[in-house]
C-alpha cells in the first residue's frame, strides 16, 4: 500500500483493505490524458458528489462553471501560465465563490441585506474547494484522473472577462478531469512531508532551522540545492507575483464596492 511519507515517520496507516484509504493515499495529480470522452452519466455521477459536500449553512456558496467551448478552453490554458493541457483535456470546470446568489436571493425576498464583505468570500472559498475536492476523490474512485489549476487566480481582468465575472464571483479554482495515460497511471506520486513538521499541538510555533532542514531532507531533497531552486521556480517567479497582484485586485475590488441600490 502506497504510504504517503516514510514508513518509520508514520504512526498509523490504515489497512489495505479500507478502498476509501487506500484510494485517498493513492491519488496523483494527472496532467496528460486519454482522448477518451467522459460519459454524461459519470459526470452527474461526479457532480452530485461536489453537491454532497460539506458546506456552510447548507448555502452552497458556489457556482460551477462547465467550460465546453474550445476557444474560452485555449484562452484559459493561455492565461493559467500557459498549460497547454488545459485546453485538450476531456472536462475542465472552474469553480467559483459566489457571494451574488445569495444576495439577490435575499433581495427577491424583500430584505435588505448587508453588501458581502471578505469574511463572506473567504467561507465561499471553503465551499467551492471542499465540493472540488469531493469530485476529485469520486472522479479518481471511476478510474479518472484530475489536476487542479491555482493559475486560475491569475490575470484578473482577462479572467472576469473571458467568464463575464461579477464583481461578487472569485474563482477560487480550476479543475481538470480525464482518463489518464498508462504512463500517468504509473508514475510514483511525490512524498509528502513528515507528519511531525505539519501537525502541531494546541498552538502554531514556527520551525526551527534544524526542523526546516530535516523537513526536506527526509522527503528526499538536499535542502541547500533543492530549496534555493523552488524558491526560484515557484515562490518568486513572476507567475507567482502576478497571482498575488491579481488576487489582491480581487480583495480590494471586493471589499470596496458598495451596496447595490
Known amino acids: 500500500m ?4 516514510k514508513p518509520d515517520k508514520v504512526c498509523v496507516v490504515q489497512p489495505a483493505e479500507n478502498q476509501t484509504i487506500a484510494e485517498l493515499l493513492e491519488r496523483k495529480s494527472v496532467r496528460v490524458f486519454e482522448p477518451t470522452p467522459i460519459p454524461d452519466d459519470v459526470k452527474e455521477t461526479i457532480l452530485a458528489c461536489g453537491f454532497a459536500a460539506p ?13 465546453e467551448d474550445e476557444q474560452i478552453k485555449a484562452q484559459l490554458a493561455d492565461l493559467c501560465d500557459d ?17 451574488r446568489r445569495w444576495f439577490d436571493t435575499y433581495r427577491e425576498a424583500g430584505d ?23 469530485m476529485v476523490v469520486a472522479a479518481h474512485s471511476l478510474g479518472m484522473g484530475s489536476c487542479y489549476i491555482g493559475d486560475i487566480l491569475e490575470n484578473r481582468e482577462k479572467i472576469c472577462e473571458l467568464l463575464t465575472l461579477d464583481p461578487w ?9 480525464g482518463y489518464p495515460t498508462v504512463q500517468q497511471t504509473r508514475r510514483t506520486k511525490p512524498p ?22 530535516a523537513m526536506i531532507e527526509e522527503r528526499g531533497d538536499q535542502f541547500d540545492t533543492f530549496v534555493p531552486r523552488f524558491c526560484a521556480r515557484k515562490y518568486s517567479s513572476t507567475f507567482a507575483q502576478e497571482m498575488t497582484r491579481s ?3 480581487y480583495l480590494q475590488q471586493f471589499a470596496g464596492l458598495e451596496k447595490e441600490s
Open 169 to 177: 464571483v472569485f474563482p477560487a479554482t480550476l479543475l481538470v478531469f
Open 55 to 67: 458546506t456552510a449553512g447548507n448555502q452552497m456558496l458556489y457556482t460551477i462553471l462547465d467550460i
Open 192 to 213: 509528502r512531508f513528515a507528519r511531525q513538521y505539519i501537525v502541531m499541538k494546541d498552538r502554531y510555533r514556527r520551525l526551527s532551522a534544524e526542523e526546516l532542514r
Open 83 to 99: 498549460q497547454p493541457f488545459i485546453a485538450t483535456a476531456p472536462w475542465v470546470l472552474v469553480f467559483l465563490a459566489d457571494c
Open 247 to 249: 488576487v489582491a485586485e
Open 112 to 134: 435588505d441585506p448587508r453588501t458581502p464583505g471578505v469574511g463572506d468570500l473567504v467561507l465561499a472559498c471553503e465551499d467551492a474547494l471542499i465540493a472540488a475536492q469531493n
Open 2 to 5: 502506497y504510504l504517503p511519507v
